[in-house]
């Protein structure tokens, strides 16, 4: 029974009284949450309309969806605070005991119930500065997008109070908020101290407070969010308004108004049975030979990921349909979810990936530019993919397994069409202008409700509206963190810090090779810890003009830069990528902590190689 079900079946009245508190939260989040995501595929859907098919551009289509993107962002991070869907870095709470895990997941609550409190009333400041301003469109007050913050950091402080008063372990909890209260303390006492040594205290707040709170499982947004008002209040003379002002910065591109979109549309593919309808003609074209499902799991992979731009939707997809049949076939599961988690890996550059979105909203690189630059980077590492497959299965006996008849093939190619013909509509429709890399999707969404509909009838639309929720809630939980870090970059850069690392990586030996052997290290290593979005926001801007003065490409760079935090995120036993693909399989971690060296080693030279050879990434741009 989950915890909500406990509460409301508790014969105490308080419990009853938590829950009923608990519920009418999600009634004011998630109904305008989910009718947020459904104004914002109409708004954009009717700029394109009105743009491409009438020639009369809606001149205040983007400022409406800009203004109600913010609050979409601050309610989806409300419920999924409510939902404890925020991302978490667990490999360390997993392993702990059930007291201790129990007891940091509580100190999660209060030290993120800590950085709302600090930020509320900076944010109710923000908002009221933003009153005198004046859209230039629609020619509103500002203050009607500026105060999705407040609302949103009060709405998020109830949220936490209700989990907080649903604790029954009074003792654990009041420990949780010692310790909490007790490191503000300190921290506040010994601030004089931090005067007389400099950028030491980056690595005090940035380094060892980040690393403490993120290990010890503190939402990642929350971590960084604490970690920027504790340096500038208790470093600078700066006032800590301009923390909220940086959120709202990063919060603020209306190119990131994709990741819902593209989010929402991966959800649309899955119960539409388009997803089912390509794999399964890939299937009938490579069943029958050594390790073909594993050949189509990487082929389905990359198919796929090019019109969800989610990697859970992406092998939520492909998983349930394919591995019944692997296990059939005599694949044991740590091989299934070793290759999973890979070619989660392998596809980040694939558009419309988030993190490229992401890296193109915080450094001024053209989208379409890197959604080109990405497709040749995952091939070649498909390819290696592959190899290691050969290699894995070359002695497997397949003499019992039936090939697919020509008429087979023919009948799944058919059925399959309209649903491989999507990824090529929506990189046409970029490439040729018809829209932007933010309203494409909703292009694909529109396609993929009509195909579901007419063509596959798998489309159950009662499933829509939780799917609105759920995209409302994986958004908030992406943009909270693209938001605290674009503070977290905000305060390394006015700390000096990135002249500091400029100089520093100007001097590594090897000249650009060296550096991009550097850039590869070190995004493995935060693409473990940090998961790529905030390892961008904070590093993009810091490492991107470096590359820069090193002769290096900016889309080369950002194919690298993907790829290498893509290795980190997937790879155990920090990826969180790779505990979602096993919870996704229903694969045990440990089954596939051997058989994934190899695929990971083989993501690795690839990496190299993309790396090595810039054509790869910029040798069908324009």
């Not at 089912?276 to 189509?296: D, I, P």
């Not at 988690?341 to 690189?365: C, K, N, R, Y």
């Not at 009509?450 to 995209?471: F, H, I, N, S």
Request: charged share 10%; net charge positive; with cysteine.
């Amino acid at each position: 029974m989950s915890p909500h079900a406990a509460l409301a079946h508790s014969d105490s009245a308080w419990k009853r009284a938590v829950y009923q508190a608990d519920r009418v939260l999600a009634f004011v989040t998630e109904v305008p949450a989910a009718l947020l995501v459904l104004i914002e595929i109409l708004v954009l859907f009717s700029g394109v309309v009105s743009r491409y098919a009438l020639h009369q551009p809606l001149t205040w289509s983007d400022e409406l969806a800009g203004i109600l993107f913010l609050w979409l962002a601050m309610l989806g991070a409300v419920i999924a605070l409510r939902r404890s869907a925020h991302m978490r870095m667990t490999a360390l709470v997993d392993i702990a005991s059930p007291g201790t895990r129990a007891f940091l997941d509580l100190f999660a609550v209060v030290a993120a119930a800590a950085f709302l409190l600090l930020v509320a009333h900076p944010a109710y400041d923000f908002a009221s500065e933003e009153a005198i301003v004046t859209t230039p469109s629609l020619g509103i007050s500002s203050a009607w997008r500026a105060a999705a913050l407040p609302c949103g950091v009060i709405l998020m402080c109830v949220a936490a109070a209700i989990k907080l008063a649903a604790v029954t372990d009074g003792k654990r909890l009041a420990m949780a908020v010692g310790l909490t209260l007790a490191v503000g303390a300190a921290l506040y006492f010994i601030s004089p101290a931090f005067a007389n040594i400099g950028n030491f205290n980056l690595l005090i707040f940035f380094v060892v407070i980040v690393g403490l709170l993120v290990l010890s499982g503190v939402p990642i947004a929350f971590a960084f969010g604490l970690a920027t008002f504790g340096y500038i209040a208790l470093t600078t003379t700066k006032p800590v308004n301009v923390i909220v002002g940086r959120m709202d910065e990063g919060m603020s591109h209306l190119v990131l108004l994709a990741v819902p979109l593209f989010v929402f549309l991966g959800v649309i593919l899955e119960l539409s049975g388009m997803a089912k309808a390509m794999v399964r003609f890939l299937a009938s074209l490579l069943g029958h030979v050594r390790g073909g499902l594993s050949y189509v799991l990487i082929g389905g992979m990359y198919l796929v990921s090019g019109i969800s731009g989610s990697k859970a939707a992406d092998m939520a997809a492909l998983a349930p349909v394919l591995f019944p049949e692997m296990r059939k076939r005599g694949e044991k599961d740590g091989e299934m979810v070793a290759l999973l988690a890979a070619t989660g890996a392998q596809t980040e550059t694939i558009p419309p990936s988030i993190v490229l979105i992401t890296i193109g909203s915080v450094t001024g690189i053209s989208i379409a530019a890197l959604f080109a630059g990405g497709l040749v980077p995952a091939l070649v590492l498909a390819v290696l993919l592959c190899a290691v497959v050969w290699w894995r299965v070359r002695k497997v006996d397949v003499s019992h397994i039936v090939r697919a008849t020509r008429q087979e093939i023919w009948k799944s190619l058919i059925f399959a069409l309209p649903a491989l013909a999507l990824p090529f509509i929506i990189r046409a429709a970029v490439v040729e202008g018809v829209a932007t890399a933010t309203e494409v999707s909703t292009i694909g969404i529109a396609y993929a409700i009509v195909a579901g509909l007419l063509v596959y009838r798998q489309l159950d639309m009662r499933k829509l509206w939780p799917a609105l929720v759920d995209t409302a809630a994986l958004s908030g939980a992406i943009l909270l963190i693209i938001g605290t870090a674009t503070g977290m970059a905000w305060a390394l850069t006015q700390s000096g810090f990135s002249r500091q690392l400029a100089e520093a990586m100007t001097q590594l030996p090897g000249g650009t090779a060296g550096f991009l052997a550097v850039s590869i290290l070190a995004f493995i290593i935060l693409g473990s810890v940090l998961e790529g979005i905030p390892a961008i926001v904070v590093f993009g801007p810091l490492l991107f003009p470096i590359a820069k003065q090193f002769g290096v490409n900016d889309v080369h760079y950002s194919m690298v830069v993907v790829l290498a935090m893509g290795i980190g995120l997937f790879a155990p036993p920090f990826g969180v990528g790779y505990y979602s693909a096993c919870a996704i399989a229903r694969v045990s971690p440990s089954a596939g902590m051997k058989p994934i060296m190899g695929y990971m080693l083989a993501l690795l030279v690839g990496t190299v190689i993309v790396a090595a050879v810039p054509w790869l990434s910029t040798g069908f741009l324009k």
